[in-house]
């Protein structure tokens, strides 16, 4: 047994890559892609031999390597893939990976359709980040917005609770009867006269 791991104890500690948030993103993005994509293929190449091995009666899985991966995005679609993943905002790159893990579990898709699935998917989180981002100026709109006093209020609006356009069957019972005593904690309103 070797002791030089145990006398690397005055080695430098690994530094942390200084790479962006958005680069980091975008490598989690694809190689998520690519590794779902390899799963993709895997889980079709078992269904084609067990298949194989139902119509036949024979298992030769013994015998067979494992093949390469077959399937290659093209280079085109990866660098439109590329673009997307990179605006996507780090805070909704967890969530993006667990909701194309979901529909890739929901829909059990072939290996083609793995990039589609995963563009709808980068496609939802970017217009949700619009969506949050529009609600957020919304807010701060409202909150910088200067704020208007009451006092010009008052002089557009009179407060008259009593006051009705709605006739009723008892309005002549209620014209000619007096108005009933205000609580003490209540201010007197009086209702516009009408000339």
Same mark, same amino acid.
């Given at each position: 047994?070797?002791l ?7 080695d ?8 962006? +948030?958005?680069?980091?993103v ?9 590794? #779902? ?5 895997r $889980? #079709? ?6 298949? %194989?091995?139902?119509?036949?009666g ?8 494992? +093949? &390469? ?8 679609? %990866? ?8 605006k996507?905002h ?8 667990? %909701?194309?893990? $979901? ?5 059990? +898709?072939?290996v $083609? ?5 995963f ?10 980040m619009? #969506?949050?981002?529009?609600a ?10 200067? &704020?208007?006093?009451l ?23 209620e &014209?000619?009867?007096?108005p +009933?005593? &205000? ?9 516009? $006269?009408?000339?």
């Amino acid at each position: 047994m070797s002791l030089i791991p145990w006398l690397r104890w005055n080695d430098t500690p690994p530094r942390l890559s200084a790479r962006s +948030p958005a680069e980091m993103v975008l490598e989690t993005l694809m190689m998520e892609l690519a590794g #779902q994509m390899r799963e993709v293929e895997r $889980q #079709q190449r078992e269904r084609r031999s067990a298949v %194989r091995k139902i119509c036949t009666g024979v298992d030769y899985s013994w015998l067979a390597n494992t +093949p &390469r991966p077959t399937y290659d995005i093209s280079p085109g679609e %990866r660098l439109q893939l590329e673009d997307v993943c990179a605006k996507i905002h780090p805070s909704y790159c967890g969530p993006a990976i667990l %909701r194309f893990r $979901q529909l890739l579990a929901e829909r059990e +898709p072939e290996v $083609q359709e793995v990039a589609r699935l995963f563009r709808s998917v980068l496609q939802e989180a970017l217009e949700k980040m619009k #969506q949050e981002e529009e609600a957020h100026k919304l807010t701060r709109q409202w909150s910088l917005r200067p &704020r208007g006093s009451l006092s010009s209020f008052k002089t557009r609006a009179r407060i008259a609770p009593f006051a009705s356009d709605i006739r009723t069957i008892s309005e002549d019972v209620e &014209r000619d009867a007096p108005p +009933p005593p &205000r609580t003490w904690s209540m201010p007197e309103f009086r209702a516009p $006269q009408a000339d």
